[in-house]
Each structure stands twice: as structure tokens, then as C-alpha cells.
């Protein structure tokens, strides 16, 4: 008899066979109030019926037109949708299944670009598993050790976590920056380094913004030298930070465009498995031939699903929805913190918020954070804990969230972190 692999640990002790909105059912009909959203992939809530119903048609017509044997319109379509909202001059696309491919994809670009090899990544950052994207991977060791040799030519950088630090996002900035700098002088010269690969809100490596000025400064250093700047909005994308695009919080004052290259899977698709990497035409035919492409990628059934995704997006609002309600979170776990000295620190963007817990002597507490998350799931509240240690607990919940289920959200949250912390 055949098992599933028992490394493949799953966060809940949920079986789930329903989704419905902000909602998992599981197999003795218990619902769920699902903040985690598959990992923040079902952006438009599980199963909302426009999605449900592009991908049905679509399975009906074509499932898979194998993208580099035949066009099919599902591609075409998300391509020219696509086009409306990724940024300024960011013209030219091509779709993978993940993001971890996507990252590998554009690692591939920028060093076929820039004819020089080396990556600079930011400490914290999670980018994947594959053998590449987990050698750029740094949000915890457990993703890597014992895998080596790891892929070379990564070098990693700071990223400026300012709790981590206890400085202001300011201090913590040009810290990160005068590392940066430092690096560029001394591991990796400018002549050897394709590219910054930046995720724009750390997700798995604890929900930690980055801020203007250390994006604005890494624009910079990126046009200074000729390296391209990599943004990896695979989780921050399609409106979970309350804006389109995460690094949209962060654009340089005189109105520059951000990436040269911008990456994005998870909500893109609304769990149908798809991610797209945008470049400039003109960046994107440096590639060469065979570096893009796969058996899979831009899936006939995952695009029109995508399609169907961006218009849900756009006609019920859910990028300002995001906004609105990620302000309620934060407001409403800024409280609980207030009055549980175990919450250190609560931070987010929209609808990617987290608390952190530290014990009576600053040091990460995961025992609690595990805890808490487990209380949580007791009182039919779904979470998931992230962050180097595993001490922080996230909300990641779908952008179609109401005011109404944030509340009760952070009813049972005041409950757990009580129950937890006594
Ligand atoms: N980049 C970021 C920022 C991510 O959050 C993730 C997944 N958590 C990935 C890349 C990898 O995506 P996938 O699991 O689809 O390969």
C-alpha cells in the first residue's frame, strides 16, 4: 500500500473537499475560515464561480495546446490582459507552471542579457525549491541543507528587516544598500553580476516590506552598473498587497519603471497552476533559443482561468478590497499585540500581515507561534506560521475577504494568542 511521503507535512490537520469563497469544508463538513489561501495562490477565493466556469468551458475546448507546437486564445488573451496591467514597457511575456521556474527562467534571461553570471539575492528571501531557485533561497536553511553543491554564482545580500535589526526602516535601508555596495566592491564585481532578484514583501521569510528607499536605491545601483532588477512578485502580485503589483508601494518619485524583469505565479491563476515572466522586447531577445519553453507551461485551462482571475480582479475591486481589509488585519493585530507582550513585532502590506513571537528575552519563540497557529485551527481559523525560526504566524487570505470575516478572523486570534500565552 502506497503513502503519501512523510517528509510531505502538511501545516493543519485539515482533509479538505470543499472551498468555497474565504471558506475550506473539510470531510466531516466542518468549515473553515481559510486565511492561508493555498499559500496565497486562490486569490479570488476558492472556487468562484467566473473562474470555475472559464476553466470547465476551456477543459471542454482545448486542455492543453502545447504552447510551443500551436497558439491557443487563452494565451493570447492573458498575454494582451496581462500587458494592461504589468508595468510600463514590460511588453514581452512567456508562462511557466511556478514560480519556481519562473525564477530560474529569469536567472536564465538575465545571464543570456548580460552575458555575466552572478545573482545577487537578499537575505530572507524564498525564490524555491528547484536546485536553482533554492540556491537563491535564503529564508531558511531547511531548504537547503544537504542538497549541495548548490548552483553557483549567488551571492546574498541584506535585506533591510528592520525589526530584525531594531532600526528604523530608514537606518535599515541604507545599511542594506552600503552592504550592497560593499559587496559589489569586494564579491561581486559589477562586470559579474546579471542581476538583483528582490521579492518586494519577504512572504516565507517572515512578511517583511522592503520600503522606497532601499528599491529606489537598488534601481540605481541597477542602472548604474547594468544589472537587471529582478522582481519576484510571485506572492506579492495580482493585488495581495492592496496594490496591483507589490513593488507599486515602493516606485521611485520620478516615475521610473521598477523591474526590468517581473515575475508572478500563485494568484495569477487562482490555484491553477501558472506563472509569467515580463520583460522589455528588447531584453527578452537576448535569450536564446530553447532557454524558454516547457512541456506545460502556459496550460490552455490555467490561462483562461488566469483571464478569468484578472477580470474577477478587476470588477469586484479586490485590489482596493485588499487594501482595505489588510488595513483592518494590521489595526486589529496591532491590538492584540498591545496587550500580549509575546507578539513582538506585526508587519504586512495589504492582505499579507504576520505577527512575530519572541519569548521574555527577544529570542524567537516558534513553540508559541506553533501554538497559537494550532488554537487557531481548534477555532475553525486557518494560518500558517513563516520567518527563518518558524515563529511567525501570517494572514494570507483571499482578496475577496470581508470586513466581516476579518473580524471574526481576529475575534479567534485575540482567543488563540490568549490561550497560547497565558
Ligand atoms: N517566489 C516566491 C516569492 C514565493 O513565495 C514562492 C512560493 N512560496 C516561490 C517563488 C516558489 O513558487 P513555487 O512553489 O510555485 O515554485
Excluded at 487594501?323 to 483592518?328: I, L, N, P, S, T
Excluded at 513582538?344 to 527577544?362: I, K, N, Q
Amino acid at each position: 500500500m502506497a503513502a503519501l511521503s512523510p517528509r510531505l507535512k502538511q501545516a493543519t490537520g485539515v482533509l479538505a473537499v470543499r472551498g468555497e469563497g474565504v471558506h475550506l469544508y473539510d470531510d466531516r463538513g466542518r468549515a473553515y475560515l481559510d486565511f492561508t489561501s493555498g499559500i496565497g495562490v486562490t486569490s479570488t477565493g476558492h472556487c468562484h464561480p467566473h473562474v470555475v466556469r472559464a476553466a470547465q468551458e476551456q477543459t471542454a475546448a482545448l486542455v492543453h495546446g502545447q504552447y510551443t507546437t500551436v497558439l491557443h486564445r487563452p494565451l493570447l488573451t492573458l498575454t494582451e490582459r496581462l500587458g494592461e496591467v504589468l508595468p510600463e514597457g514590460l511588453d514581452s511575456l512567456f508562462y511557466a507552471n511556478s514560480g519556481s521556474e519562473a525564477v530560474e527562467a529569469a536567472v536564465r534571461l538575465a545571464r543570456h542579457a548580460t552575458g555575466r553570471q552572478n545573482v545577487v539575492v537578499l537575505q530572507g528571501s524564498f525564490h524555491g525549491r528547484t536546485m536553482g531557485a533554492a540556491a537563491m533561497t535564503t529564508s531558511s536553511t531547511k531548504f537547503r541543507a544537504g542538497i549541495g553543491p548548490m548552483m553557483p554564482g549567488v551571492v546574498v545580500a541584506p535585506f533591510p528587516a528592520a525589526f530584525r535589526y531594531g532600526w528604523t526602516q530608514e537606518r535599515a535601508a541604507d545599511f542594506a544598500l552600503e552592504e550592497l555596495d560593499h559587496l559589489l566592491a569586494t564579491v561581486s564585481a559589477p562586470s559579474d553580476t546579471a542581476a538583483f532578484v528582490v521579492e518586494p514583501v519577504l512572504g516565507e521569510g517572515g512578511c517583511v516590506p522592503a520600503d522606497a528607499r532601499f528599491l529606489t536605491g537598488l534601481r540605481e545601483r541597477a542602472d548604474r552598473h547594468g544589472i537587471l532588477l529582478v522582481l519576484d512578485e510571485v506572492q506579492t502580485g495580482v493585488g495581495r498587497t492592496g496594490r496591483f503589483w507589490g513593488h507599486q508601494h515602493f516606485a521611485p518619485e520620478d516615475g521610473r519603471t521598477l523591474p526590468d524583469v517581473l515575475i508572478t505565479a500563485k494568484g495569477l491563476a487562482s490555484g491553477f497552476p501558472l506563472s509569467a515572466i515580463a520583460a522589455p522586447e528588447e531584453l527578452m531577445a537576448k535569450a536564446r533559443p530553447g532557454s524558454q519553453g516547457g512541456t506545460y507551461g502556459g496550460n490552455a485551462v490555467a490561462c483562461a482561468a488566469a483571464v478569468a482571475t484578472l477580470e474577477v480582479v478587476e470588477r469586484e475591486g479586490l485590489v482596493e478590497n485588499a487594501a482595505v481589509q489588510g488595513e483592518r488585519l494590521l489595526a486589529g493585530l496591532r491590538e492584540v499585540a498591545a496587550v500580549h507582550p509575546a507578539v513582538a513585532d506585526v508587519r504586512g502590506l495589504g492582505l499579507m500581515c504576520a505577527s512575530e513571537f519572541t519569548d521574555a528575552d527577544g529570542r524567537p519563540a516558534p513553540e508559541t507561534a506553533a501554538w497559537v497557529r494550532q488554537q487557531a485551527e481548534e477555532r475553525g481559523l486557518l494560518l500558517l506560521t513563516c520567518g527563518a525560526y518558524g515563529n511567525v504566524v501570517r494572514m494570507i487570505p483571499p482578496l475577496v475577504v470581508t470586513g466581516e470575516q476579518v473580524d471574526r478572523a481576529l475575534e479567534v486570534w485575540a482567543e488563540a494568542v490568549a490561550a497560547a500565552t497565558v
